[in-house]
């Protein structure tokens, strides 16, 4: 599996860093983010390193498929069981701060508020 040694997200799949994890296979981890954002909030990521969206080839599908499937299961037993918003940010525009591709699970009881603010 392809790794990079200078990637924080790498280095938690690689157990280098400890984290609160949700699921873990041999193509996916989930975890806790350490900056929740709300009561339920968790990353998915594939193992593989892939640095954005704008990376991802046709040999990421099933992972990428694979985290899109189990995102429900996970939110729902993480107790986000009334819905839950999926978050991909991607590059500088998308303010990614993780140059590993991820995806927010957030949720809770509460509804989470607008999707984004409205500055025009």
Do not use: W
């Not at 157990?15 to 983010?33: C, M, N, P, Q, T």
């Not at 998915?44 to 040999?59: F, N």
């Not at 819905?83 to 998308?94: A, L, P």
């Amino acid at each position: 599996m392809e790794t990079d040694p200078n990637c924080l997200f790498c280095k938690i799949v690689r157990g280098e860093i400890a984290s609160r994890k949700v699921y873990e296979d041999a193509d996916v981890l989930a975890f806790h983010d350490v900056n929740p954002k709300a009561p339920v909030h968790f990353m998915l990521i594939p193992k593989r390193h892939v640095a954005t969206l704008y990376d991802v080839g046709e040999g990421d599908t099933p992972t990428l498929g694979k985290i899109m499937t189990l995102a429900g299961r996970l939110a729902r037993e993480q107790g986000a069981d009334d819905g839950f918003r999926t978050i991909i940010n991607t590059g500088r525009v998308g303010r990614q701060e993780v140059m590993h591709v991820h995806v927010h699970v957030l949720g809770g009881p509460d509804p989470l508020g607008p999707m984004l603010a409205r500055s025009h």
